[in-house]
């Protein structure tokens, strides 16, 4: 397990026990997700061991009781934490708040459902800590990348509509703007809030318009699975803010 010589020396010099906090926060957006809690827990247990990490579930008040189901877990296992916002609703706020109350160098944000491959994360924290990258993303549109979990071709046809658009608008070049998969530097994401606008779904998107220089990015394919459980929460409503978000960055900026 990966931890930093750092916080080892500054221990030692202090000459008391240490309990070096992790390296990796795992941030999950969650809306009537109850049922997709603990098998995330479990998936990212088994999928993560080389570095420590801590999981934050951000639930909006959700009426199944998603947050009892976190809590639960949370007394049973110090590395899952819980936040529950009330009269609140939004992704890619929820997102924003989760990173906040992070305490690693390095989050990544998933989807509470299983659609995203946790077996990725090693991967993302390797490219950003040991090869430099400020952000990894997990792509369905590079090469060895799958789209196939879309639910409907309603929903592929405007997904592929949304990244035409997005590219329109991004320095660098991002096959998979869309996605909500990815992971990033803690403090690119903080020296980024006074420009990240928090509207609606698209946070990674939000993240990439809210630079001034253009981040070291690298692309890592994955397969887009078929929700656990549940169902999507992307409506007509995610397609205005969607408008509105772009809408926020092109003003800022002229
Ligand atoms: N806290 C909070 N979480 C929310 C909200 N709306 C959705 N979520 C959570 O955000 C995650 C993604 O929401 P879904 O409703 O499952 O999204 P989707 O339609 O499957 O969209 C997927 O595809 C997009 C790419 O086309 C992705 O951008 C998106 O993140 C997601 O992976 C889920 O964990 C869901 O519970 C909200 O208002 N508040």
Redesign the pocket.
């Known amino acids: 397990m990966h931890v930093s010589s750092a916080s080892l020396q500054q221990d030692t010099h202090a000459g008391r026990e240490v309990r070096p906090g992790p390296v990796l926060s795992i941030i999950?957006?969650?809306?009537?997700?109850r049922g997709?809690v603990e098998p995330l827990f479990r998936a990212v247990e088994k999928a993560v061991t080389r570095y420590s990490w801590e999981l934050i579930f951000?639930?909006?008040n959700s009426p199944d009781g998603t947050i009892d189901e976190v809590w639960r877990l949370a007394q049973m296992d110090s590395r899952v934490r819980g936040i529950l916002?009330v009269g609140r609703?939004?992704?890619s706020s929820?997102v924003i708040e989760g990173i906040l109350s992070s305490s690693a160098s390095v989050v990544a944000v998933m989807?509470?459902?299983m659609?995203?491959d946790e077996c990725l994360l090693e991967q993302m924290v390797d490219v950003i800590e040991q090869q430099g990258y400020d952000m990894a993303i997990g792509s369905r549109h590079v090469e060895g990348g799958d789209n196939s979990g879309?639910?409907s071709s309603w929903?592929l046809f405007?997904?592929n509509a949304?990244i035409r658009i997005a590219q329109c608008f991004l320095s660098v070049r991002v096959r998979d703007p869309?996605?909500?998969?990815f992971a990033v530097r803690r403090d690119l994401v903080v020296k980024s809030l006074p420009r990240l606008s928090g509207i609606g779904?698209?946070i990674?998107l939000d993240l990439l318009m809210s630079q001034q220089v253009a981040p070291k990015v690298i692309e890592l394919p994955f397969v887009?699975r078929s929700?656990h459980e549940?169902?999507?929460?992307?409506g007509r409503k995610?397609l205005v803010q969607f408008a509105q978000m772009i809408s926020y960055h092109m003003l800022k900026k002229s």
């Open positions: 999950i957006p969650c809306y009537n997700e997709n951000v639930d909006d916002r609703r939004g992704l929820a989807d509470g459902d659609q995203h879309l639910a929903r405007l997904s949304g869309m996605s909500g998969f779904f698209k990674l887009f929700r549940g169902e999507s929460k992307m995610v």
